[in-house]
């Protein structure tokens, strides 16, 4: 499965963006998926992981209660909805994907798109 992740820009503190995970090769009905990000001298942080069903999800405490994950299966894409973001939350995020778990660790994903960026700044 290839992924291409889009809707990164720059947001005031507060404000909301939805990312996009657009999938194409493969249906995401096979695969977990996670949202993860990589702010600057910073490794890279699981934010949002889900069972491919979305059924279970995993949030990191840094984005819980403003950070959502869903599923558009007929466009075959997952959105990362963030609202009331923080200047801590600039980073790129990037989605990722794999056919075993749902578990937020990134050596665990085989696919990946490439990253779209997030400033959120005043």
């Known amino acids: 499965v290839q992924l291409q992740a889009s809707g990164g820009g720059l947001v005031q503190p507060g404000g909301s963006l939805r990312l996009s995970c657009a999938a194409s090769?493969?249906?995401?009905?096979?695969?977990?998926i996670g949202w993860f990000r990589q702010a600057p001298g910073k490794e890279r942080e699981g934010i949002l992981c889900a069972s491919s069903s979305t059924r279970n999800k995993y949030y990191a405490d840094s984005v819980k209660g403003r950070f959502t994950i869903s599923r558009d299966i007929a466009k075959n894409t997952v959105y990362l909805q963030m609202i009331n973001l923080k200047p801590e939350d600039t980073a790129v995020y990037y989605c990722a994907a794999n056919g075993y778990t749902w578990a937020c660790q990134a050596s665990h994903y085989d696919y990946w798109g490439q990253g779209t960026q997030v400033t959120v700044s005043s």
């Open positions: 090769g493969d249906t995401l009905d096979n695969y977990a």
